[in-house]
């Protein structure tokens, strides 16, 4: 499955963002789907994810609960991760990522993820 991440930009704080992220390939619903982000100097870290089938199942990093939503469309392949209420903190490349085997404990952990995108920059401006 290869991945592919868009949607990011530049933007002032209290501005919105939609992030994509298009599958090539493969029954994409039995996928798992998780965003990640990694700031320059940090380490890279979870966003959200959304369960496989119907995406009944959100979850959320603590700070960006409240503020972004994760949602899929099986039809067209696509996960998207729409961001309001953007902060300067939120500023990093944000990556998608798809597991086929990934349990509820594990949406967490990026090592469990088998296939990645290659990254969309964010920039929120104070």
């Known amino acids: 499955v290869q991945l592919q991440a868009s949607g990011g930009g530049l933007v002032q704080a209290g501005g919105s963002l939609r992030l994509s992220c298009a599958a090539s390939?493969?029954?994409?619903?039995?996928?798992?789907v998780g965003w990640f982000r990694q700031a320059p100097g940090k380490e890279r870290e979870f966003v959200a994810a959304?369960?496989?089938?119907?995406?009944?199942?959100?979850y959320y990093a603590d700070s960006v609960k409240g503020r972004f939503t994760i949602s899929r469309d099986n039809a067209k392949k696509a996960v998207y991760l729409q961001m309001n209420s953007l902060k300067p903190e939120d500023t990093a490349v944000y990556y998608c990522?798809?597991?086929?085997?990934?349990?509820?404990?594990?949406?967490?952990?990026?090592?469990?993820?088998?296939?990645w995108g290659q990254g969309t920059q964010v920039t929120v401006s104070s």
């Open positions: 959304i369960n496989r089938g119907s995406g009944s199942a959100t």
């Open positions: 390939e493969g029954t994409f619903s039995s996928y798992v």
């Open positions: 990522a798809a597991g086929a085997r990934i349990i509820v404990s594990a949406v967490y952990l990026s090592d469990h993820y088998d296939y």
